[in-house]
């Protein structure tokens, strides 16, 4: 598995075997109009911790971990 991002506030987790369409997408909720997400990271098994260009970091939890 892995996680991509991009400028629409949207993280997408993506499974190598069926590349056609994504796992989950989460969204990004910002303070702030500017939904960008730059940086992205997996925080043991069941958290994403997504950073943008509001400056914040968010947690997003895994549903059924």
Do not use: C
Not at 14 to 36: F, I
Not at 48 to 65: F, N, Q, R, T
């Amino acid at each position: 598995m892995f996680l991509t991002s991009g400028y629409d506030g949207k993280v997408k987790m993506w499974d190598l075997r069926n590349p056609s369409e994504p796992l989950s997408v989460l969204k990004r909720t910002t303070a702030t109009s500017d939904d960008k997400v730059f940086a992205l990271a997996w925080n043991g098994a069941t958290q994403i911790l997504s950073g943008g260009a509001d400056s914040h970091v968010s947690v997003h939890e895994m549903a059924g971990h």
